[in-house]
């Protein structure tokens, strides 16, 4: 899947766009944003199936862009199950998903607290 881009509607007291609201509302109706955070330019999210009550997590790449037509805002989600490069993702957010038997999802799972063990005491840049 591609990118998509749109006109932002939250922004920060600067005038950036908060990438982090914006992605938040991503999200449709089948499902409630638990605990959300950014890492850099990367938004976790702990997301909660209202139908199924399994949370799971999502990974949306951000970007904003000043382009001529106006969209300003640029997303591409993923689910853990779709095995996501970027495994960065706050301790926090994996504590709260509930057990899988996805084996992609396992393995972003064992990536992501390898990623935080492995990092322990290093000053992050």
Not at 47 to 75: C, D, H, P, Q
Request: hydrophobic letters at 30%; aromatic letters at 10%.
């Amino acid at each position: 899947m591609g990118w998509s881009f749109y006109n932002a509607t939250n922004y920060k007291p600067s005038g950036r766009v908060d990438r982090k609201k914006e992605a938040d509302e991503t999200f449709s109706e089948h499902y409630t944003v638990i605990e959300s955070v950014m890492v850099a330019s990367v938004h976790y999210a702990a997301i909660k199936n209202e139908r199924t009550g399994a949370v799971s997590a999502a990974v949306t790449l951000t970007a904003t862009a000043n382009r001529g037509s106006g969209s300003n805002f640029g997303y591409k989600g993923m689910s853990e199950n779709m095995g996501p490069s970027d495994a960065k993702c706050p301790i926090s957010i994996l504590e709260l998903l509930t057990p899988t038997d996805d084996e992609y999802a396992i393995k972003w799972r064992e990536k992501c607290y390898a990623y935080h063990s492995n990092t322990k005491g290093v000053s992050q840049v």
